[in-house]
């Protein structure tokens, strides 16, 4: 039998109610901020991804699914949506009745990663960026909005990590000193370090390797090397999200996995994953728009990993379930096609139904729809015919009840309706 392909997963009914749940959270939220959804392609040109997420990172140079298609064109399958939807802002000059945009986008990423507990090598993140908007208010805004879904989804043992990278003022003093410090310690580096520590040494403090990150445990901090807007922002950021009552922590260390960030990066951070904590990840890139062609035009963002937040939320899929509002037990060959009538009926109005095509006992069909957790029954067979009247059965009362056949619609979409 065909296996699916290590790393990939499906989301079967059962669990995929859960998803669908988180979902409607995230649009309703987002929407409610003013977000509206965009919807990008899976595979976009491979230049786009290097030259936004950068050359030197672990996911341009080791993970992406990257291919010549049929025309010898080179393409890649998109390991995150920032870059993706920088280009279609920028492409169909969505920045011109006005720059300010409030996108989002819910769909899945690809990263040839090795597959472990919360990390996949097709994963899904709900995304969202602001464009136009240069205050840090907005990452304020940003993180506001993640922290209450999380809170809605009751997310488990989560916190907010924020940080500044700098801007091209004040990150040149940092890279100085983090390099000069860099060549101290250049014999306990991993082979990829001591590549990158010329050429990126940012790169250097975001290794995963054990023995890195003890060798970076005395590496300068870039907080300490902000410039005064930077700095202002940063102080501006903060106290934003006091005032909101958001509880965050100041992670010098945190200088996330892309190149294109500048001033605020932020993190959602779980102790519930193992090795994988983080479950939303963001921050402003104000160079990002013009270096792909675009406008001078600032701009912030976060993705959340949806399979992530699937596995901490404090929500019960089983909660999610749909059951049938009535199952319909036709016995004997000669009830079935009024049954079927309405059965086809039901659900075009509205109610949730479900029937068994083929011959069936009484029995076998009550067991169905006991696994179903209908909330009704409604029989016909040879009797009822006779008598023009079907049998309702309240599944919770065991009450039953007879309906005329020219009711039968109606009396169940009265006793169906759900509230809006
Ligand atoms: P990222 O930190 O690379 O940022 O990914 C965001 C989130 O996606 C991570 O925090 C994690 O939860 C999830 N994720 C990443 N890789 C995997 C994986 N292999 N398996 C499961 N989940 C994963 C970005 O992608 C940026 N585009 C975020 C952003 C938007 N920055 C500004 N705007």
């Not at 291919?67 to 920032?82: H, K, N, Q, S, W």
């Not at 597959?115 to 136009?132: C, L, N, S, T, W």
Request: proline share 5%.
């Amino acid at each position: 039998m065909i296996q699916l392909i290590r790393g990939f997963k499906d989301i079967l009914p059962g669990e995929v109610e859960l998803w669908q749940k988180i979902e409607q959270e995230a649009r309703s939220l987002f929407e409610n901020f003013g977000f509206r959804e965009i919807r990008i392609p899976i595979m976009e040109k491979t230049e786009l991804f290097k030259r936004s997420i950068g050359e030197d990172t672990d996911i341009v140079e080791k993970e992406m699914y990257t291919f010549a298609d049929r025309g010898g064109d080179m393409v890649t399958l998109r390991p995150e949506a920032t870059a993706s939807i920088v280009r279609a802002y920028i492409q169909h000059k969505l920045y011109a009745p006005d720059p300010v945009q409030r996108l989002f986008m819910i769909g899945p990423m690809f990263r040839r990663e090795r597959p472990q507990k919360g990390r996949y090598r097709q994963f899904y993140q709900i995304d969202a960026e602001i464009f136009g908007v240069a205050s840090p208010l907005a990452d304020a805004q940003l993180i506001f909005m993640l922290v209450t879904l999380l809170g809605r989804l009751q997310a488990k043992n989560v916190e907010a990590h924020v940080n500044s990278l700098g801007c091209p003022a004040c990150r040149p003093g940092f890279r100085d000193a983090l390099q000069g410090m860099l060549a101290h310690v250049s014999d306990k580096l991993c082979e990829d370090c001591r590549r990158r520590r010329d050429r990126n040494p940012l790169r250097v403090l975001d290794c995963k390797v054990p023995g890195c990150r003890e060798a970076l445990t005395g590496a300068p901090s870039i907080i300490d090397y902000l410039c005064g807007d930077c700095r202002r922002d940063f102080d501006e950021l903060q106290a934003a999200l006091t005032a909101l009552g958001v509880s965050y922590i100041v992670d010098k260390r945190l200088v996330r996995g892309l190149d294109y960030y500048t001033r605020a990066t932020f993190e959602i951070q779980t102790g519930e994953l193992g090795a994988q904590s983080a479950v939303a990840g963001g921050g402003r890139y104000d160079r990002l728009v013009k270096e792909l062609g675009g406008p001078d035009l600032p701009a912030t963002g976060f993705a959340i990993g949806f399979d992530r937040l699937a596995e901490i939320v404090g929500l019960q899929a089983g909660d999610y379930q749909p059951r049938p509002d009535v199952f319909i037990a036709a016995l004997g060959s000669r009830s079935r096609p009024l049954a079927f009538e309405w059965c086809c009926r039901l659900g075009r109005e509205g109610v949730r139904v479900e029937m068994e095509f083929g011959e069936k006992s009484l029995k076998s069909l009550m067991k169905s729809a006991d696994r179903l957790k209908a909330d009704h029954v409604l029989m016909i067979g040879d009797q009822e015919l006779e008598k023009q009247a079907a049998v309702l059965r309240n599944m919770q009362t065991k009450e039953q009840t007879a309906v005329p056949f020219d009711r039968v619609v109606d009396t169940l979409k009265t006793a169906s309706r759900r509230p809006s």
